[in-house]
């Protein structure tokens, strides 16, 4: 479905950034309200594919964010895995190069055919939104601006047959606009102005991101670190419908 056809709760993406699986069943059934929640590296190795399986049997939709990274047949291999769980996005690096970038994609397209399963999305990442123009340059040694190689990326995964990117707000207004309508933009480092930044850097207004052109905001500790994370979402989701 494409995003513009979604309730503004639906293009809302809640990051389990707890430790256990228990600590993951009580935030979703104290949300229910979310359909699409992200499991990321802590809890996906410290819990297995157990959560996926409690999320698949609540209905949810899935963003399995492990930011694969190794030589194309190791990606390969973990994209197939992972289809096979029937999670809706995925992410790789986008610093794994064509190579790597087309093989996920069709491993993780076989593997789920053969399953007779949805194939997922497969999301490159670009720059983590807590990298500034600074840590790209000095640190990285990145000899061009962040923007510029941000939008590089992204082409790259576009041209290498992926479904999408994962980019700062920032950044999505300019890769919307040249890489097309259809290309999925998945932006973390979405902050409401009541909340703080964190250890994000590069960060924008729910309603200013879907503005720039993204398709799904990652909105994590607004929401999850509230004292009231059902009065946060909702929150968010008034604000969005009024834009």
Known sequence: MRSANLAPAERIIVPLDVPTVEAAVALIDRLPQVTFWKVGLELFVSSG???????????????LDLKLHD??????????????????LL?????????????????A?????????????????????????RTLAFELKVPIELPEYALNLAMLARDSGLAGA?????????????????FVL?????????????DQKRVMTPAAALAAGADYLVIGRP???AADPVAAFERICGELELS
């Open 49 to 63: 594919a157990s959560v996926l399986q409690v999320l698949k049997q609540r209905h949810k939709r899935i963003f």
């Open 71 to 88: 030589i194309p047949n190791t990606v390969a291999g973990a994209a197939a895995a992972a289809a096979r769980y029937g999670v809706d």
């Open 91 to 107: 992410t790789v690096h986008a610093t794994n190069g064509s190579a790597g970038l087309a093989t996920a994609q069709t491993a």
């Open 109 to 133: 397209t076989d593997a789920a055919t053969a399953a007779g399963l949805m194939p997922p999305q497969i999301i490159a990442v670009t720059v983590l939104t807590s990298i500034d123009a």
């Open 166 to 182: 994962v980019c700062s707000p920032q950044e999505a207004s300019q890769l919307r606009d040249v890489c097309g309508r259809d």
């Open 186 to 198: 998945v932006c973390p480092g979405v902050r409401p102005s009541w909340a703080i930044k964190g």
């Open 223 to 225: 929401i999850t670190a």
